[in-house]
């Protein structure tokens, strides 16, 4: 435990002497969200456009159609019309999705039998497609559990329809939380590692009578306690200045926030590890720095990204991570079940766990 | 006095190394050395530039795996009983780094807390005459300092057996004395000390025993006077040869005839000729008029300078 806490508050020091980091680690996530947040704050909000075509006479689907017009509003517009109109209309972009419920889905749904509505797009035409589906998703199974009182299988149970679909700046400020737990994880883990073993400093510590374990879990602990303190810099962000309010769902996100900050530490482990000087940690950090900003779906919303390339997304743990942030920070709909999320998560960090100590390097 | 007392249920032998082997490739560092270093003695391993010193020691502190041999630490398996051995050596190493942004103390803090046991932090910065030095930053000291700073953490744990390579390259004279005067405390109170060192002086006045090396191998152990006695003589004859003469011709036909005479070798632009009578080697030099010529005691960098010259048959 001495040693344990030794290295902790060595780290410490290191890591607060070094301004640069610092200021690559915490303040610039920080400053890059407040300035998302703010070009696409709340004041500019996303404004979707839904369509609905409604195949069906039952009572079931006459009762989707009233809940999603009822939340009409500035940012949602909801129009009615006819399943001929809908390759029409989307190709003109004039609507970002239409919501198309198939004869016999009441009947269905009174029998128990399994229901799809499908939700119809044209991303070519509408940069907020992904986005309106999930929005979608959402409300429909928040009206289905309103009408069946029987849990559904939807992603998203907890948004707030009150707010309508959640502007764009609150979408940024979530994920840049998960950037900066990312740069940690390269700028302030596996880039420092890997020069402090080319400067020795790592041989002479492996000659004491320390394990790699017990000095990975004294560095982890530090990361663990800068990404909490970060993470309060973030929150305190997101219900300032985008008045979201304390998140409901603290508890996961706290969990989170420690499961992220674990397994972007492995892997910034792993890195170090995997790189033999400090040009090839530089050059394999920018890889991943840059294929997670990009693939992950923290720039750009999943929508603006063709198929293919938003597929990708689910080999970046940062997909996970940021979508869990989205969901339990301000409620934006979520891409997968949380517990899907935190599952794969779990599963990189474990992967990174083996990997990195198989590759580790006292020298 | 840096100790308070020796571990007195230590082995006879500090370290034991049998048949040692190391290679890089196709090159040998370390080709079957063996070593028995008696616990309570400063041994110094000498042998010119990649004579493999520092592959050994590596491989002895357990920083390095040999490919064959075996090696015994304290009376420990230097790879099965690793971290019982970390907490009883103290290792300085010929280059190593320690975090730049720490100050010294928060250095010698953080290496004392990794031991069971640890010296006072203060006293020791005090003893190796950096406590002045405490709050500077590591990136900031000047290598003599840094050079004691390697020493404090060696020593930071009160270990059984030190390691110490090279331990006052970049010392000024007064710093180096200062160390010699650190070692000869860690014998006093009977902690073994293994240095090798480029100063043939510090490996004469410190050592009680010598190893040399060449080529990966260990080719001589023993007190440094006995290494002097058989590889230089005691005596010794330094002299440049005559202008008249080929160096060759001199070496070859001249000096066998001349009494005393008992090995010669070059050493730079000077001959060294060892004798087991000196005065009558100078008066028959005399009479050839050899025009420099001196008479002193051989020395260990005699036995240095030989061997790494000609090597193990010199």
Redo the contacts between chains.
Sequence with gaps: MRALLAIFSSQARLFLRDRVTVAITILLPLVLSVFFAYVFGPGQPVGLRMGIVNSDTGATSSAIVKGLSDQASDSLAVTSLTLSDVEKVLSRGDLDVVLVIPSGFSDAVAAGRTTEIQAVTNAGKSTNARVAVLAAQSMVASIMAGLTRTPQPVTLTHVDRSTGPPPLGTFYVPNFLAVSILWLSIFATAIPIVKQREEECLLRISLAPVSKATFMAGVTLWRLFVGVVQSLLFLTVAIWILQTGVPERWPLLAAAILLGNLVFTVMGYMIAGLSRSMSSAEGLSQVVNFSMLFLSGILFPPGMLPDVVANLAYAMPLSYLADTFRQTMVNYPGVLPLEVNFAALAGFGLVCTAISLRVWRWR | MLSVGADHDAPSAAISADGVVKRYGETTAVDHASLSIPVGLVFGIVGPNSAGKTTLIECI?G?RTPDEGRIAVLGLDNIRDA??I??RIG?Q?Q????????TLR?TL???A???RRAHDVPDLLRRLAIDDKART?VKDTSGGIFQRLSLA?ALV?DPDLIFLDEPTTGLDPQARRGVWEIVRELKASGRTVLLTTHYMDEAYQLCDQVAIMHQGRIIAQDTPDELVRRYAGKSLVELVPPRTASQNHFRQCVLPTLPGVQQHWIQGKRLLVSSDDPPALMKALLELEIPEMKMREGTLEDVFLKIADRGPES
């Design positions: 502190e920083i971290q019982q970390k907490q290792v190493l280059k190593t780094g320690f975090f730049p942004d720490l928060e803090d953080l290496y807390s990794l031991y930053l953490v744990n």
